[in-house]
């Protein structure tokens, strides 16, 4: 289950208010126990980062998605889990993105990147799915590549394995303190970008990568 899913409430409580400007803010992830500490799942895992530090009340289930909400700094932000497994995320955010009215220069997309070393953030305005079929979802269900994303590294898999199996596989003890670094690196880029906006986040955070990245 989603580390969101703890404490869960299923009432019928409506998170936020239409035509309020807020920031969404979605990790991606598989709703299954099997995948909780995968590399696939690193999304799940900072959302879950952000909610422990911003104390957030139990989650919500609606949109597909688990969802709790919270303010920083005078923004209500809305966390969000998608039920829906990785390869079909478009079909979560693209309801969470209607329901609330959300601007999508105010979401921000979290997930794993191959394509970054293990233990490095990368933040960006738009861009491709690059092949990473839950972000390549939210594109095709939102019909624009123009959003926010946090791209969390995970580096290539060894060449005896495919890259399917290296993502949803359990990490092994050598990457985990590197991810975890990651991972609270990536709830302090999240707040910045809430509170100073995605320019300074990305001066901030995305220090250290070569400008093709």
């Known amino acids: ?21 807020m920031y969404l803010i979605v990790g ?10 995968s590399r696939h799942n690193l999304g799940f895992q900072v959302v879950e980062a952000l909610s422990r530090s911003l104390k957030t009340g139990a989650p919500v289930q609606k949109f597909r998605s688990l969802v709790a909400e919270t303010n920083y700094n005078g923004q209500e932000i809305i966390l969000a889990q998608p039920m829906t497994y990785m390869n079909r995320s478009g079909l979560a955010v693209n309801e969470l993105v209607k329901n609330y009215q959300v601007d999508l220069g105010k979401l921000l997309v979290i997930y794993d990147d191959l394509d970054l070393p293990p233990g490095a953030i990368r ?3 738009k861009g491709s799915g690059a092949g990473h079929r839950g972000v390549q979802s939210i594109i095709d269900s939102l019909e624009t590549k123009d959003f926010p994303r946090l791209r969390m590294g995970i580096g290539k898999p060894p060449p005896w394995m495919s890259a399917a199996d290296y993502v949803l596989q359990p990490v092994e003890s050598g990457d985990r303190e590197l991810l975890n670094e990651a991972r609270d690196r990536a709830v302090e880029a999240v707040l910045v970008f809430v ?4 320019e300074t986040a990305m001066n901030n955070y995305n220090q250290g990568l070569p400008s093709d990245q």
């Open 1 to 21: 289950m989603p580390l969101l899913s703890r404490g869960i409430n299923l009432g019928k409580k409506t998170i936020g208010c239409r035509g309020v400007k």
């Open 28 to 37: 991606l992830g598989n709703p299954k126990k099997e995948y909780l500490n």
């Open 123 to 125: 933040l960006r305005k």
């Open 195 to 198: 509170k100073s906006g995605l």
